[in-house]
Every structure is written in C-alpha cells, then in structure tokens.
C-alpha cells in the first residue's frame, strides 16, 4: 500500500504530553512530525477517529483526530496545520 502525504514528516522522539477526553494526561513518544500530525505511542489503543489533545513543551495543547492504530503506536492528524515557521522552530527545540 502507498501513503502519499501533502506534508513531508521529520524524524522526532519527543516527550509531549496526551490527552484523552475524560482521561488523565500521559506523558508519551511522539515520531514523525509533520504541519499535519505525528505518531504517537499510548499506553491504550484509542479508537480510529477518537479526539486527543497533544502538547509539546511551550506550546498550546492541539487537538488532534487518531487516523491509524497500531500495536503500540497511533497516527494522529492536527486540527489544525502547525505554521511552518513553528514547525521549525518546535523542530529546534526538539534536539
């Protein structure tokens, strides 16, 4: 199967903070970021389409929608594009 994707992701493995509606923040891995997403590792599988907030140091939660599950890892996709100047930036701070 080919995946084409509008944005290209970067290689990341950031700590960044989940949420879940009703749930407790988790503290998790996040990989591949991209303006449009990332994967991210839960500690339960989420269900495809469900709502999570993830946040990144220093900047606002983003809500997010879960696309993909799978063993122990989920792709999410923003709400919201993340500003390609923010997206450098957050990459900066990242490494």
Do not use: H
């Not at 900047?59 to 122990?72: A, E, K, M, N, Y």
């Amino acid at each position: 199967m080919t995946e084409s994707r509008e944005a290209p992701r970067r290689a990341v493995a950031a700590e960044v903070q989940l949420k879940r509606s009703g749930a407790i923040n988790y503290v998790v891995q996040a990989y591949d970021l991209s303006e449009q997403g990332c994967r991210v590792e839960f500690v339960e599988r989420p269900w495809i389409g469900e709502t999570v907030w993830i946040k990144f140091a220093k900047l606002q939660p983003i809500r997010s929608t879960v696309r993909w599950t799978g063993d122990f890892t989920a792709g999410v996709e923003f709400e919201r594009r993340i500003d390609p100047r923010v997206l450098e930036w957050l990459l900066s701070q990242l490494q």
